[in-house]
């Protein structure tokens, strides 16, 4: 039997703009993913996504609000940053930009770009601190397919997103300290989205994204301890216009409750171990229905969890560190009828489910970053992070009575490879860093439709049903970043 697909897309996740490590994204294909919302400054971004086992000078106070008072000194910061990624394909006759043999040669190129540019200030006192930033993303993309010599069936996307963030620290005894944190995004634009609305002529956006965050911080003697818990919600409607059919609207919602614990201990001069938790749930009332496949109008929810470990060693001008996450996620969603329905002698009333999909996941995260100071003033770094999938899915269908499960359903592995130098001149820093990812790709659906594409949204939850129809283009990313700071 085949299953027709189900494309549960949720957003709030799509937006990573603080920390990975705190919202934990869930999918069932690998999916191209940037992480390209928000960008802030960091001292281990060379270092492979190092986040807890290394203490990071830049980046603690924006991980947690209360790790403002962490922060040694204040400072103002540019970062711009660029990504782009391509697919092209060449060959006979096509469905779905898959090539297959025929008299007639047909193209199909995807691409897209995302330049952005944040800034910011960090104000510190004795006592309190605070954290003002502003953001600019341009997103870009482009779709294009048809017979060569033809006119081709193009279409392209382009919007601008303006992030604010706002936090406050303050101290309330010796080594103590407690934050909160504002997130603002409103959206005009989703990397990739008109990717999921094949051959129309336009795609418009109109949301927003709220973050709500307290966190508290203690240090002692040798060892600190980090909390942090929020509230992310995510709302947006966005639709497509074509010539051939009326205009499409969506709505999309997500709701986010997540919180994460953090601990270090400096066991000597050399060697520091840490440990965290994080904790998700997730709810999913509305998610749009997509032209490429059918969408449940009540999703469910998604319990997310990982357990980590890492150690640095500092041997003056070597620096490495390491760090392991598990990953379990346990995720649930389902169909409800709109209507009274009758199969046969059987009937399933309004509000009643018509189907269930429940994921088992079982991920494991390992990073690996090492760091050389050749001078004083110069730090060169590398890293890479690899990050592995593997999820059981369990399926009930009661308008045909089917049943099925399968373990591992699907299993796959991503790889992250980052590089780059710190300079040191008086109060200024300067740092570049490139990134590489890689084993990810376009989501494709073969089937009777021409030219059907699903695409890819950055950084988003995809739970996808699994089906034969779906498939993968690897598409690669290269991202460039710059940051310059100036401590006050």
């Known amino acids: 039997m085949k299953l027709r697909p189900i494309l549960l897309i949720s957003l709030?996740?799509?937006?990573?703009f603080l920390i990975a490590a705190q919202i934990i994204q869930v999918k069932t294909y690998p999916v191209l993913s940037d992480?390209?919302?928000?960008?802030?400054?960091?001292?281990?971004?060379?270092?492979?996504?190092?986040?807890?086992?290394?203490?990071?000078?830049?980046?603690?106070?924006?991980r947690n609000p209360a790790g403002l008072m962490n922060a040694k000194q204040g400072m103002v910061f540019f970062l711009p940053r660029w990504s782009r990624w391509q697919s092209a394909k060449t060959g006979g006759f096509s469905y779905d930009g898959n090539v297959y043999g025929g008299g007639s040669t047909f193209s199909t190129d995807r691409n897209a770009s995302n330049a952005q540019l944040s800034s910011g200030v960090l104000y510190k006192q004795e006592k309190y601190a605070f954290i003002l930033t502003a953001n600019y993303q341009r997103l870009h993309s482009s779709f294009s397919d048809g017979m060569i010599g033809s006119p081709m069936n193009t279409s392209s996307f382009n919007a601008e997103n303006y992030p604010l963030m706002f936090s406050l620290g303050a101290a309330v005894a010796e080594n103590v300290f407690i934050g909160a944190s504002?997130?603002?995004?409103?959206?005009?634009?989703?990397?990739g989205i008109q990717f999921l609305y094949p051959g129309s002529q336009t795609v418009n956006i109109s949301g927003m994204m709220r973050d709500m965050r307290v966190g508290i911080s203690a240090r002692f003697t040798s060892s600190q301890f980090d909390a942090v818990v929020g509230r992310n919600i995510f709302e947006a409607s966005h639709g497509a216009s074509y010539e051939w059919s009326p205009v499409i609207e969506n709505k999309d919602e997500n709701k986010n409750i997540f919180s994460q614990l953090v601990y270090t201990?400096?066991?000597?001069?050399?060697?520091?171990?840490?440990?965290?938790?994080?904790?998700n749930w997730k709810e999913l009332p509305k998610l749009p229905n997509y032209p490429v496949a059918g969408i449940p109008r009540d999703p469910g929810y998604t319990r997310a969890f990982n357990l980590g470990a890492g150690a640095s060693w500092n041997?003056?001008?070597?620096?490495?560190?390491?760090?392991?996450?598990?990953?379990?996620?346990?995720?649930d969603t389902w169909v409800e009828a709109l209507e009274d329905r009758t199969f046969?002698?059987?009937?399933?009333?309004?509000?009643?489910?018509?189907?269930?999909?429940?994921?088992?996941?079982?991920?494991?995260?390992?990073?690996?970053?090492?760091?050389?100071?050749?001078?004083?003033?110069?730090?060169?770094?590398?890293?890479?992070?690899?990050?592995s999938y593997s999820y059981a899915y369990q399926m009930k269908d009661y308008?045909?009575?089917?049943?099925?499960q399968s373990s591992p359903e699907n299993e796959w592995t991503e790889i992250t490879l980052t590089g780059g130098a710190i300079l040191h001149y008086e109060n200024m820093q300067?740092?570049?860093?490139?990134?590489?990812?890689?084993?990810?790709?376009?989501?494709?659906q073969n089937s009777w439709v021409w030219r059907t594409t699903t695409g890819a949204l950055a950084s988003s939850d995809f739970m996808l049903v699994p089906n034969d129809f779906l498939s993968v283009q690897p598409v690669n990313v290269v991202s460039h970043r710059v940051t310059i700071v100036f401590f006050l």
Do not use: C
Not at 430 to 444: C, V
């Open 430 to 444: 300067l740092a570049y860093n490139i990134e590489f990812l890689t084993g990810r790709g376009i989501l494709s």
């Open 12 to 16: 709030t996740a799509g937006i990573p």
């Open 182 to 191: 504002y997130n603002y995004v409103p959206l005009k634009g989703i990397d």
């Open 399 to 404: 308008i045909n009575r089917f049943e099925r």
């Open 344 to 387: 046969g002698e059987r009937k399933i009333y309004k509000g009643e489910r018509e189907r269930e999909n429940n994921y088992d996941f079982h991920n494991h995260i390992v990073r690996v970053g090492l760091q050389l100071q050749p001078e004083e003033w110069l730090r060169v770094q590398f890293g890479s992070e690899m990050h």
């Open 315 to 331: 041997m003056h001008t070597t620096l490495f560190a390491v760090e392991y996450v598990y990953e379990p996620i346990s995720s």
């Open 35 to 62: 992480n390209s919302m928000f960008q802030l400054p960091s001292s281990n971004a060379g270092l492979g996504g190092i986040t807890f086992a290394l203490r990071d000078e830049l980046y603690e106070p924006f």
């Open 265 to 279: 201990r400096q066991l000597s001069e050399r060697l520091q171990l840490a440990a965290t938790a994080t904790a």
